[in-house]
């Protein structure tokens, strides 16, 4: 008989961001590896309340009052069914987590909590810096298990009290791409993300304003958000209109083929946990430029399989380097695919998580 696990996330297909696209590809792999996965959430529009998606199933909760509606059906579900489960998921460090560490305690089923992002601004964060937050994870902590996907945020778990045996490290997965196209001739760099300050799409745009480039080359921004406006004025102001655009949302599909068709791919965030469009592009065996900041360091080893910079200078700097270095570009794409086809493939993602979820089945709560 197949072990039974509960995934739980607040918002899934159709809305699909980065959190939701991580469980899509987790939960279509274990499923290939003879889990049983149920994923449930709540229903945010006129989607059926049960789906059969990749070889799991998909249970769609209907709640009326967003947010505190969903958590009543939680609370109804997880008591009704409970018995089904040898572990729960939560992808999410939110209220569901908490609702799923009091029926731990109460049914003894093992809870695992993924937590995607440390450090300003994060859920660890608000659960750190306030009274009640403080008194919510005390219960998190006490009854459940954590994933954490990067050693920082390991770190501040520890920091947090949690015991390190409650800790499994696993890094977020990605989907390798088979297929890929490289333009050598007409360079395309590429931001994706949303266009908010953390996320520091003005800082590459007046970093490549500087660099001298070949014909052709283009810089792609990928996203929206609310500093749009902004580097829309910017990009007017630096004359840059006729080598960079911003392309606004586009669909996952849309997104992987431009990371497929570009050459070179630069996040610039000054905060991530561990960014999917980062893997992704790696996948897609792009050079890869980004930040240096912890949260990069588990996926990229600098000059070997991407490169990192320090402010708008060194991105300059690098920027420039594998524009008129085809060959160190082309170096840097091959070993960050095979970084991810040996470590961050769903694949292999997917094993450490069966593992984990052996290790739970007969853990002590």
């Known amino acids: 008989m197949k072990n039974k696990i509960l995934m739980v996330i607040p918002s899934y297909y159709p809305a699909v961001g980065g959190a939701e696209r991580q469980l899509m590809g987790l939960a279509k792999e274990l499923s290939a590896n003879d889990l049983d996965i149920d994923v449930v959430t709540r229903n945010i529009d006129t989607s059926p309340n049960f789906e059969e998606i990749n070889g799991y199933s998909l249970i769609r909760l209907v709640s009326h009052i967003p947010k505190v509606g969903f958590l009543m059906k939680l609370f109804i579900y997880l008591l009704t069914y409970h018995a089904k489960y040898k572990v729960i998921h939560v992808h999410t460090l939110n209220s569901p987590a908490i609702l799923c560490a009091l029926f731990s305690k109460i049914f003894d089923i093992p809870v695992l909590v993924k937590v995607t992002r440390s450090g300003r601004g994060s859920q660890l964060s608000r659960y750190a810096n306030s009274f009640f937050g403080k008194k919510f994870f005390s219960i998190l902590?006490?009854?459940?298990?954590?994933?954490?996907?990067?050693?920082?945020?390991?770190?501040?778990?520890?920091?947090?009290?949690?015991?390190?045996?409650?800790?499994?490290?696993?890094?977020?997965?990605?989907?390798?791409?088979?297929?890929?196209s490289k333009d050598v001739d007409r360079l395309k760099i590429v931001f994706l993300g949303r266009l908010i300050k953390r996320k520091r799409a003005e800082l590459l745009i007046n970093s490549f304003q500087k660099i001298e480039k070949p014909k052709g080359c283009e810089l792609l921004i990928v996203g929206d958000g609310p500093e749009r406006k902004t580097l829309e004025r910017l990009i007017v102001d630096l004359n840059l209109g006729n080598s960079c655009r911003l392309m606004g949302s586009l669909s996952h599909n849309e997104s992987l083929k431009i990371l497929a068709e570009s050459n070179i791919f630069v996040l610039p965030s000054d905060s991530e946990g561990m960014s999917n469009a980062l893997l992704e592009a790696m996948a897609a065996r792009n050079a890869v430029i980004a930040a240096d900041i912890s949260a990069n360091h588990a996926l990229i080893q600098d000059n070997v399989n991407g490169l990192l910079f320090s402010d708008e200078m060194s991105l300059s700097k690098q920027l420039e380097e594998v524009i008129n270095n085809a060959d160190k570009s082309i170096s840097?794409?091959?070993?960050?695919?095979?970084?991810?086809?040996?470590?961050?493939?769903?694949?292999?993602?997917s094993n450490a998580y069966k593992n984990t979820y052996d290790v739970l089945s007969s853990a002590k709560i």
């Open 141 to 180: 902590k006490r009854n459940t298990f954590f994933v954490a996907i990067t050693p920082d945020v390991y770190s501040e778990l520890v920091a947090m009290d949690v015991k390190k045996e409650k800790i499994f490290s696993i890094p977020n997965g990605v989907s390798v791409q088979k297929k890929l």
């Open 332 to 349: 840097l794409g091959l070993n960050a695919k095979e970084t991810i086809d040996s470590v961050f493939s769903f694949s292999v993602i």
